[in-house]
T-cell receptor, first 111, second 113 residues
Framework: DQQVKQNSPSLSVQEGRISILNCDYT??????FLWYKKYPAEGPTFLIS?????DKNEDGRFTVFLNKSAKHLSLHIVPSQPGDSAVYFC??????????FGTGTSLTVIP | ETGVTQSPTHLIKTRGQQVTLRCSSQ?????VSWYQQALGQGPQFIFQ???????GRGNFPPRFSGLQFPNYSSELNVNALELDDSALYLC????????????FGSGTRLTVV
């Protein structure tokens, strides 16, 4: 039972353009949403979070949007840089102690 | 500040054996969570420990057990290993629950043959 889904396994974007990574969830009780970035042979690194009381959170080049009615969140990276090439996971939680992760989207930023 | 350290990095075990994986939390973090990541999948929550007590458990059988020590380091024990237990095991620490993000270790790659 996959409660968090990332339907795009991969995405390629030109350097300097916008990268948009999408995530859908099924549980309307989720209150906390996080994005992680993962390089090969490393653990995931926390990027940005949003709680259900907000619909947007911004941190530098990274912005996360939450659409609760559609049970959808997205991560925007502007401008994209080659160093952003990694696998991106979204994660969601109801209580804050158990997070459900998507299967990840592999982003390639082409110089 | 030090990050999260996991040991060993790789491990091969035989079906039916027992294994212990270890994790040192990031300095200042009092909560540790363990996740299993199978190939091509996202991490799956095993359990979380806060102040040496289990504070939530995912859909894993009792042969998966854990400990958190007073210095906030942690162990994950798996008994009666099965082939499907082959995966990357990730330890993550946080100050309180993970709503502000975990710090993950690089993981232990367990192969059961």
């Amino acid at each position: 039972d996959q409660q968090v889904k990332q339907n795009s396994p991969s995405l390629s974007v030109q350097e300097g353009r916008i990268s948009i990574l999408n995530c859908d969830y099924t549980n309307s009780m989720f209150d906390y949403f996080l994005w992680y970035k993962k390089y090969p042979a490393e653990g995931p690194t926390f990027l940005i979070s949003i709680s259900s009381i907000k619909d947007k959170n911004e941190d530098g080049r990274f912005t996360v949007f939450l659409n609760k009615s559609a049970k959808h969140l997205s991560l925007h990276i502007v401008p994209s840089q080659p160093g952003d090439s990694a696998v991106y996971f979204c994660a969601a939680s109801k209580t804050g102690n158990q997070f459900y992760f998507g299967t990840g989207t592999s982003l390639t930023v082409i110089p | 500040e030090t990050g999260v350290t996991q040991s060993p990095t790789h491990l091969i075990k035989t079906r039916g054996q027992q294994v212990t994986l270890r994790c040192s939390s990031q300095s200042g973090h009092n909560t540790v969570s363990w996740y299993q990541q199978a190939l091509g999948q996202g991490p799956q929550f095993i359990f979380q420990y806060y102040r040496e007590e289990e504070n939530g458990r995912g859909n894993f059988p009792p042969r998966f057990s854990g400990l958190q020590f007073p210095n906030y380091s942690s162990e994950l024990n798996v008994n009666a290993l099965e082939l499907d237990d082959s995966a990357l095991y990730l330890c993550a620490s946080s100050q309180g629950q993970g709503i502000y993000g975990y710090t993950f270790g690089s993981g232990t790659r367990l192969t059961v043959v």
